[in-house]
DNA sequence: CGTGTAAGGAATTCTGACACG
DNA sequence: CGTGTAAGGAATTCTGACACG
């Protein structure tokens, strides 16, 4: 569950371009929404920006939220929340998994 | 199932630079393989490549093929029938689904 | 048949900066 | 603060063709 790295929703291999095509926004926001850190593109060799579907996801929801009037420092606030929750539901789920195998056995999860 | 042009897996949004990276295929070899009829790009606003995860797949395998020997024009058959299997595939199913809604009322599905 | 390569052009992407505000 | 733009350079992509075989 954790090990998303490799799913294709996480893989980078969206230029930017694609990605403003995508999403609306032009070039100079995207990359000015990865200067404030709310998005990290991966780079290629010749250090081209590559993003993944789900930086494509997180770039629609940063559209709203500008959109709404929020400015990118509180955005990434409300982000760093969100991704610690889904951080701490992960540990729950270890958690869980363990006491399960002790009672059972194995679960393949 | 059969309205998948969206899904991730099928999206074209992948440049022939990072196919060539993910296939270990040369773009000479890629473009190559479209010539043949063997994938199916689509085009950017300025016609260039834009390629899908199950186009890279696709590419595997023909990388594959071509390795033990196969030449394109065969390829390009042995692709032709695994599609109409799932086609053929798709049509039970859609069956099943009609038969299951005409007993039960709508599966959901 | 399958693939490499040089050719010439067009479009992309990158960074740092100035502008407006 | 968020975004547009012109600047200059480097890398990408495209097509049609010649080469080898």
Redesign the pocket.
């Known amino acids: 569950m954790e090990e998303d790295k490799h799913s294709l929703k996480e893989r980078k291999v969206i230029?930017?371009?694609?990605v403003?095509e995508l999403t609306g926004l032009?070039?100079?926001?995207i990359?000015?929404?990865e200067e404030?850190k709310l998005i990290f593109?991966e780079?290629?060799?010749?250090?081209?920006?590559k993003f993944s579907f789900s930086d494509v996801e997180t770039l629609m929801e940063i559209a709203n939220k500008?959109e709404e009037g929020?400015?990118?420092?509180e955005?990434r606030r409300e982000m760093a929340k969100k991704k610690k929750g889904v951080t701490e539901k992960e540990v729950r789920n270890r958690m869980l998994k363990g006491q399960i195998r002790a009672q059972f056995g194995d679960p393949k999860m």
């Open positions: 230029t930017i371009g694609i403003s032009t070039v100079r926001q990359r000015y929404y404030r593109p780079r290629s060799n010749q250090g081209s920006r500008i929020v400015q990118t420092h955005i």
